[in-house]
């Protein structure tokens, strides 16, 4: 569902669980955000991008594949 936010996890070697750890998100909440089930609180983007990707835009983490809507 957000292919560059997948990348950079991956990158990072990062799985959802620690990513909710550090950016302080319930677990099964962020696994229905990040499979599109559920939409994100613009807190929740911002705390993603302060606390674990400081170095990119919310625009492009939370880009959707063309075809895909929020």
Known sequence: MFPNL???LG???MTIKNLSEVA???YDSLKNKMNGS???KRS???AIKSKVFP???IDYLFAVEEG???
């Open 6 to 8: 997948n990348a950079e």
């Open 38 to 40: 559920t939409e994100f």
């Open 68 to 70: 895909e809507s929020t």
């Open 24 to 26: 302080e998100i319930n």
């Open 55 to 57: 170095e990119y835009s």
């Open 11 to 13: 990158r990072r070697k």
């Open 44 to 46: 929740e983007m911002a």
